[in-house]
């Protein structure tokens, strides 16, 4: 997939309203390329399923239009836009076997017996299940039900497949193995997939890009990296990974960066992000990571003094809790080596950070003018 790539699905100013006066999608404006992964990530009620909902046509768009391979399908019934459909629980008919229900889209499309048959076993070949044709359902565990359903959605080569928090019901480390399960299928095919989920790691593992959704309103649409690395507002930088939110005035600014009094004490450099100057308030985001414990003076741009509260021994890193500038829930992902030795719980610390991995975004929520 490159920059000229074309597009798959376009959403026009797009709208949706169940009740006719409140908006569970609002404006959207997305474009979706072809072979492209793109996932709709957010929190129950942001409008990401909906969205699916309509480009799957099993919900009607309030205002705008929905293109597919460049032809509007706002009023092309769903089983006339060739989209393959992989839903949470499966949805396998269970008086069918696998093979059967393999067969059974790919019969609706009045395909030949012969391609049928050749069909059902690739598929069944790229799931890994070819030996699985003659179960049922109900004879096979999560996992092979999932891989039945992937295949089921794939058998008939759609222009796209829609997946509803497919692995919602697994346990965690089948839903692991699953993720990269399809990501290899995805990359194999070269298919595109539209994947809808809360679960931010499970975005940030299979997907080429990810919009993250709030109040039926696409916060942020990018790269997995760039998201976790460069989030535009607050939302996204608490949504995405783990992160520490600090929050205090701007005192001044000084091309792209600023200086920020923190509500708790003490004044850090940051990165100028979302702030339009001197006087107002943000929300800095740091990730744990880029954290140094027991920095020396001069060692980075930004020193302040953290107690520590708890840590908890995970093996490849130390996950340390810390009181720091008013809140008690400043996390620092601390690497297992020898610098972390003398760290005890109510000690004192000195902590340190660049000022470019500290990002000041927009006030904080509780503060911030209604969008």
Not at 143 to 150: E, H, K, P
Not at 238 to 247: A, D, H, Y
Not at 285 to 308: H, T, Y
């Amino acid at each position: 997939m490159t920059v000229d790539t074309p597009e798959i699905v376009v959403f026009d100013r797009v709208q949706k309203s169940y009740d006719g006066e409140t908006l569970v999608v609002k404006d959207l404006n997305l474009n979706i390329k072809s072979g492209e992964f793109l996932t709709m990530l957010g929190p129950s009620g942001s409008g990401k399923t909906t969205c699916l909902m309509m480009l799957a046509g099993f919900e009607p768009a309030t205002h705008g239009e929905i293109y597919l391979n460049g032809n509007p399908i706002n009023k092309v019934a769903p089983h006339r836009r060739n989209i393959g459909m992989v839903f949470q629980d499966y949805a396998l008919f269970p008086h069918m076997t696998v093979t059967e229900n393999l067969a059974f889209p790919l019969k609706v499309r009045k395909f030949r017996k012969s391609e049928i048959e050749a069909k059902v076993k690739r598929a069944l070949d790229m799931v890994r299940l070819p030996d699985f044709g003659g179960r049922r359902p109900g004879q096979l565990s999560g996992g092979q039900q999932q891989r039945v359903a992937v295949a089921r959605a794939l058998v008939f080569e759609p222009d796209l497949v829609l997946m509803d928090e497919p692995l919602g019901a697994l346990d965690k480390n089948l839903r692991e193995e699953m993720q990269y399960e399809i990501k290899h299928i995805h990359e194999e095919l070269g298919v595109t997939i539209v994947y809808v989920t809360h679960d931010q790691s499970e975005a940030l593992t299979m997907s080429n890009r990810i919009a993250v959704f709030n109040d039926g309103v696409i916060q942020q649409l990018a790269s997995p990296s760039a998201l976790y690395e460069q989030p535009e507002n607050a939302f996204v930088a608490q949504f995405i990974g783990e992160n520490n939110r600090l929050c205090g005035k701007v005192n001044a600014v000084e091309g792209t960066h600023c200086h920020v009094n923190l509500d708790g004490g003490g004044t850090v450099r940051a990165l100028n992000v979302r702030v339009e100057g001197a006087g107002v308030r943000t929300t800095l985001s740091l990730r744990p990571e880029r954290v140094i414990v027991a920095c020396r003076d001069g060692e980075v741009d930004n020193s302040i003094v953290g107690r520590v509260e708890e840590l908890i021994y995970l093996g490849d890193h130390i996950r340390a809790r810390l009181a720091v500038a008013g809140t008690d829930e400043f996390v620092v992902k601390i690497p297992n080596t020898d610098r972390h030795a003398a760290l005890r719980e109510g000690m004192d610390v000195n902590l340190g950070w660049a000022a470019e991995d500290c990002r000041a975004l927009d006030a904080p929520s509780e503060e911030a003018e209604p969008s």
